[in-house]
C-alpha cells in the first residue's frame, strides 16, 4: 500500500488498517478468543469440575510417567479433575472480567462524561469522588466488604465494579472536554438538541475508541483482582473453580507439586497478557499520536 | 504558592474525612457486626451483650461521630481479639510495612531508572523494545504468582534467600522485588518519555557542545530535570504499594499492616480493619499531597489553574 492511498482512506478504515497489520492484535485477540471458546464449550467435553475422587488424589499430568489421559492434566488434592478446573476457571475469570466492566464502564463513563460536559461545580464534586476512590486501597476495601456481605460471584461483580470506575471517568472526562466545545456540538445544540441527545449521539460514538482501551485495560485489571481476592480466600468461593483458587488450594503443594499451582498460573498470565496486548493493539490505533 | 497549599491542603482534609466515613460505613454494611464478633454458637444473650458493650445499638451516625470523635483525641479504640489497644497493635505492625514499602520502592527505582533511561536514549531499538516488554509482561504476571515464583526458585531451588517472617533484612529481599516489580513500569516509562525530551532541550545541547563527556550530559544535566516527576510518582507508588502489601504480606508471613489486616477480616475485628483502613487512606492522601506540591513547584501551570 503506497503512501498516497493510506492519506485518501477513512480515518476508519485507516485504523482498520493499521489494526489488522498489528502482531499484538493478532495474537492479543487469538488467544482471548481461544480463552472463551473453551469457557463456552468447553464444559461439554470435560468431566465434572467439582466431582471428587479420594481414590485418585494428587495424580500428575499426562507427561508425567505416573500420568494418564483420563485425567491429562492429573487431579488436585480432593481427586478433582485438573482439565475440568482449568476450563471451569476460564469460565469465571472471563465471567468476572466482562460483567465487571459493564458495571465500572457505566459509572465510569456516565461520571467523567458529566464532568467534562458540563465542567464548573459537576466537575469539581467528581474529580473529588475519584480522589476518594483513589485513596481507597482496592484489595483491602474488597476484602472486606466480601468478608461483611458474603461472597457470591454477584457480590464480587459488584465490588470489584463499582472499585475499578475511575481509570473509565478520568478518560471520558478529558475526552469529553475536548469534544465539548467543537463545531458539531456547537452546531447540534443550535438548532435545539437536547443535553441527553447531545451526549448520547454526538459525544459518546466519538470517545468509544479511547473507551474500548480503557475497558480492555480495566479487563485485565478485573480478572487479576478477582485472582488475588480468591487466593486470599476471600473470592470465589470453593467448590467453584478460579484461577486464583486453585493456585491458593495448591500453596502448600509447591515443593512437591509444583505442576498444581503452575497450570493454573500459567492459564492466568496467559490470559491476562493477551488482553493486555489487544489492549496496547488497539491503544496504537486508537491514539496514534501517542506511538512512542 | 500559597493559595495553592492551602487549597490541596483542604481538599487533602475533606478526603480525608470522607474516607472515615466510607471505612466506618464498610465495615457497617451487614448492620450490626455483633453476631460476627460473637461467632457461631454464642448465645442471643451474648450477642446483645457485645451489642451493648460497643455500642451497636446505637443509631449508626452516633456511632460514627463516636469513634471519629475518639480518634481525634488519639484513641483508636481496641482490638476484641488481641485483647490490646488498637494503637499498640498498629505500633507493632506498622513498621514491618514501612520496611517494606520504602526498599519495594528502593528496588523499583534501581530497576525502572537505569532501564528507562537506556530506553530512552536507545529508542526504538532493540534494548528499548525489551524493556517496555518486559513491562507488559510483568504487569500480566499476578503479585501472589509472582512470590511463589520467587519462593519455588530462590527459597527452594537454589536455598539462596528466607522465604517467610521478617527476622532479618535478608527477609525483605523477595517480598520487596515482589511489590517494586508492580511500580517499576510506570516509573520506567515516565522516566523513558522525561530523557527523551530532555535530550532534545537547549541546555542539554549546550552540553554536549562543549563537549562534556556523555555520562556527564545525561546523569548530571538531563537527568536532573527528567527525575522531578519520576520522584512524584514515586511518592504515589509508594501509597498504591502500602495498599497492595496485603497479598505480599500473606504469602511470605510478614507481621505488617496487611497481614493484620487480613487476620482482623477473617476474625471480625472491626476496631482494627477501621483504623487500617483510615490510616492507609490517610498516608496515601498525605503522598498524593506530597507529589503534587512537588509537581506544582517544577510547574507553574499547575499553581495557577
Given at each position: ?292 | ?28 454494611l451487614s448492620g450490626d457486626p455483633a453476631a460476627a464478633m460473637a461467632g457461631e454458637g454464642a448465645s442471643p444473650a451474648d450477642v446483645e451483650s457485645i451489642r451493648r458493650l460497643y455500642g451497636f445499638d446505637q443509631p449508626i451516625h452516633t456511632q460514627y461521630f463516636a469513634w471519629i470523635g475518639k480518634i481525634l483525641t488519639g484513641d483508636f479504640g481496641r482490638s476484641f481479639y488481641l485483647r490490646q489497644s488498637v494503637i499498640t497493635v ?216
Amino acid at each position: 500500500m503506497t503512501a498516497a492511498t493510506l492519506t485518501t482512506m477513512s480515518p476508519r478504515r485507516l485504523a482498520l488498517h493499521r489494526l489488522l497489520r498489528h502482531g499484538s492484535f493478532w495474537f492479543g485477540g487469538g488467544a482471548i478468543l481461544l480463552i472463551l471458546l473453551v469457557a463456552l464449550v468447553g464444559p461439554l467435553f470435560t468431566l465434572d469440575p467439582v466431582a471428587q475422587n479420594l481414590g485418585a488424589r494428587l495424580v500428575p499430568p499426562v507427561w508425567d510417567v505416573r500420568g494418564s489421559w483420563a485425567h491429562p492434566l492429573g487431579t488436585d488434592q480432593l481427586g478433582r479433575d485438573l482439565l475440568a478446573r482449568l476450563v471451569d476457571g476460564a469460565r469465571i475469570s472471563m465471567f468476572i472480567g466482562i460483567a465487571t466492566v459493564l458495571v465500572s464502564g457505566l459509572i465510569g463513563t456516565a461520571m467523567g462524561m458529566a464532568a467534562g460536559y458540563f465542567g464548573g461545580r459537576v466537575d469539581l464534586v467528581i474529580n473529588f469522588l475519584i480522589t476518594i476512590r483513589l485513596t481507597l486501597p482496592v484489595v483491602l476495601v474488597a476484602l472486606v466488604v466480601v468478608a461483611v456481605v458474603g461472597s457470591s460471584l454477584s457480590v464480587l461483580v459488584v465490588v470489584i465494579g463499582l472499585l475499578l470506575w475511575d481509570r473509565f471517568a478520568v478518560v471520558t472526562r478529558s475526552a469529553t472536554q475536548r469534544l465539548a466545545h467543537s463545531d458539531f456540538v456547537i452546531a447540534a445544540r443550535a438548532i435545539g438538541s437536547s443535553t441527553p441527545r447531545i451526549l448520547l449521539v454526538e459525544i459518546l460514538p466519538n470517545i468509544v475508541g479511547p473507551l474500548i482501551v480503557v475497558a480492555t485495560v480495566e479487563v485485565a485489571h478485573a480478572v487479576l483482582l478477582e485472582a488475588a481476592l480468591s487466593f486470599l480466600g476471600l473470592g470465589v468461593k470453593p467448590p467453584l473453580a478460579s484461577w486464583g483458587l486453585m493456585v491458593a488450594e495448591s500453596k502448600n503443594q509447591l515443593l512437591f507439586r509444583p505442576w498444581l499451582i503452575a497450570i493454573p498460573g500459567v492459564a492466568l498470565v496467559t490470559l491476562v497478557l493477551a488482553i493486555n496486548l489487544l489492549g496496547d493493539a488497539l491503544r496504537d490505533v486508537v491514539a496514534p499520536e501517542g506511538r512512542a | 504558592m500559597l493559595r495553592f497549599l492551602a487549597r490541596r491542603l483542604l481538599v487533602t482534609l475533606l478526603v480525608i474525612a470522607c474516607t472515615s466515613v466510607l471505612a466506618f460505613s464498610l465495615v457497617h454494611l451487614s448492620g450490626d457486626p455483633a453476631a460476627a464478633m460473637a461467632g457461631e454458637g454464642a448465645s442471643p444473650a451474648d450477642v446483645e451483650s457485645i451489642r451493648r458493650l460497643y455500642g451497636f445499638d446505637q443509631p449508626i451516625h452516633t456511632q460514627y461521630f463516636a469513634w471519629i470523635g475518639k480518634i481525634l483525641t488519639g484513641d483508636f479504640g481496641r482490638s476484641f481479639y488481641l485483647r490490646q489497644s488498637v494503637i499498640t497493635v498498629l505500633a507493632e505492625h506498622a513498621p514491618v510495612t514501612a520496611k517494606l514499602g520504602l526498599s519495594a520502592l528502593v528496588f523499583a527505582l534501581l530497576l525502572s531508572i537505569p532501564l528507562g533511561i537506556l530506553a530512552g536514549l536507545h529508542r526504538d531499538t532493540a534494548l528499548d523494545r525489551f524493556a517496555l516488554g518486559l513491562a507488559v509482561a510483568g504487569q500480566a504476571l499476578p503479585s501472589f504468582l509472582f512470590a511463589l515464583l520467587l519462593i519455588y526458585i530462590f527459597g527452594v531451588q537454589l536455598r539462596w534467600l528466607p522465604i517467610s517472617g521478617s527476622a532479618t533484612w535478608l527477609h525483605f529481599v523477595l517480598p520487596s522485588v515482589t511489590l517494586g516489580y508492580y511500580a517499576a513500569p510506570a516509573l520506567m516509562r515516565l522516566t523513558r518519555s522525561g530523557m527523551i525530551d530532555v535530550m532534545q532541550s537547549d541546555h542539554v545541547r549546550t552540553a554536549r557542545a562543549y563537549g562534556l563527556p556523555a555520562w556527564r550530559v545525561v546523569l548530571l544535566h538531563a537527568l536532573r530535570s527528567a527525575i522531578i516527576p519520576v520522584v512524584s510518582l514515586a511518592a504515589v507508588q509508594l501509597g498504591f504499594m502500602l495498599g497492595g502489601s496485603i497479598v505480599v504480606e500473606t504469602v511470605f508471613s510478614l507481621k505488617g499492616l496487611g497481614l493484620l489486616a487480613w487476620q482482623s477480616i477473617q476474625r471480625s475485628d472491626i476496631e482494627v480493619i477501621q483504623a487500617i483502613l483510615l490510616l492507609i487512606a490517610l498516608i496515601y492522601a498525605l503522598l498524593t499531597l506530597l507529589a503534587d506540591l512537588l509537581n506544582a513547584l517544577i510547574d507553574p501551570r499547575i499553581r495557577i489553574s
